[in-house]
């Protein structure tokens, strides 16, 4: 009775001990699509689930590169246990990752599938600087891109407005050239404003913006502007003819000799008292009308005077022969005034010559200015000399 019980124990303990579950060989990994990225970051999930044979761990976690199926000799972010994430940091903009799992014990080393990410554009950086040659109606400005953010440039510029924080929905001058660093040209503002700037540049990503700059146009009529026909070169003071308290008014400079060569005479062979003696500023255009008014008509050449009047630049018909010290004036500021005369169609001065003034010194006479070193002398009214017509403002 005793034998069928050892057998029955027989089968049961081997028969138990065929049927144990096998131990896992192999890691189990795995890698979860890519979707939580910036422009230099990207956060990843995965799972790493280790063989049962042989449990010693010598490193997991994640390995990435730029190049596919990437391995531990690329980049690789150690993270244990069983659901593993990390962050990957400093990535290049606008650039394709591939990314694995990977476990490694003494047996070998093992990986998930790959998964790909592809960073996105960042943000365009750009400056704004050297902003220069300010005039009435124009200013240069040189913008330089600092980054592209990893896209492309779609567009690049300088938005303006006489409001703060412009934006290219304002007013904007626009650069579709290939290179990241450029001068601009503003064009049509407006005289004695203050306008707010800011470069911008623009990519696959939005519309990026430097810090703001301000600058003021300059006066309408500042001395060195063009203005009126020609070049303001002289703002009365207080005291003389034309000021006025509280308003801006003074002399404007011809663009160009009305001679030529200096081959023009004061009066030539008429010597009548003219009473043309007033040297002060102020004096040049009532100094002109007694000239004119005394020396008449002339049949053949104008003479200084008249040359003077009859000179329309600008469409005015009151320019005049200045005065000696309103020529004085001129002869200080010529630098500026043959520099702006350049810009606008005009002529320089002859360097070294005489030019006439309205100033009578007495009837055989009248006086000069020496334009290389600005001395005044007195001279035959029928001697030549050059001729260059002012106005008042």
């Not at 990437?70 to 244990?80: Q, R």
Request: glycine letters at 8%; proline letters at 2%.
């Amino acid at each position: 009775m005793g034998k069928p019980l050892y057998v029955i124990f027989f089968i049961i303990l081997f028969g138990c001990s065929e049927s144990e579950t096998p131990c896992e060989q192999f890691p189990t990994l795995t890698i979860e699509d890519i979707d939580d990225f910036t422009d230099v970051s990207a956060t990843i999930y995965g799972t790493i689930t280790p063989p049962t044979c042989e449990d010693t761990v010598t490193s997991q976690g994640f390995v990435y590169s730029k190049t596919t199926l990437p391995n531990t000799d690329n980049n690789v972010i150690v993270s244990a246990g069983t659901d593993i994430s990390t962050t990957l940091s400093n990535l290049e903009q606008n650039t394709t990752y591939y990314v694995r799992s990977f476990f490694e014990n003494i047996t070998g080393i093992y990986y998930s599938n790959q998964k790909l990410l592809t960073t996105a554009v960042g943000s365009g950086l750009i400056s704004l600087s050297n902003i220069r040659n300010i005039t009435v109606s124009s200013v240069e400005a040189n913008i330089s891109i600092i980054s592209t953010g990893g896209g492309n440039i779609l567009n690049k510029g300088i938005c303006y407005s006489t409001s703060v924080q412009p934006t290219i929905n304002d007013y904007k001058v626009e650069d579709s050239s290939s290179n990241n660093s450029v001068s601009l040209t503003i064009q049509n503002l407006t005289g004695n404003v203050v306008y707010y700037l800011k470069a911008f540049v623009v990519n696959e990503s939005g519309v990026y913006y430097s810090e703001q700059q301000s600058f003021q146009t300059n006066d309408i009529d500042a001395v060195g502007q063009f203005y009126q026909g020609g070049i303001v070169f002289y703002h009365f003071e207080s005291g003389e003819p034309g000021y006025v308290e509280g308003e801006t008014h003074g002399l404007i400079a011809a663009v160009e000799d009305q001679s030529s060569d200096s081959d023009t005479g004061w009066s030539y062979n008429n010597f009548a008292e003219t009473g043309a003696i007033s040297r002060l500023v102020g004096a040049g255009s009532s100094n002109t009308d007694a000239i004119i008014a005394e020396l008449g008509v002339s049949l053949f050449d104008y003479y200084a005077a008249e040359m003077a009047r009859a000179y329309n630049g600008g469409g005015y018909n009151d320019w005049f022969l200045p005065s000696i010290d309103e020529l004085k004036k001129m002869y200080y500021q010529k630098t500026m005034i043959n520099t702006v005369a350049e810009t606008n169609n005009g002529s320089l001065f002859s360097e070294n010559s005489f030019y006439w003034s309205s100033t009578e010194f007495n009837i055989f006479q009248a006086l000069r200015v020496a334009f290389y070193d600005g001395s005044e002398d007195n001279i035959g009214r029928a001697a030549t000399c050059d001729v260059r017509a002012v106005r008042a403002f």
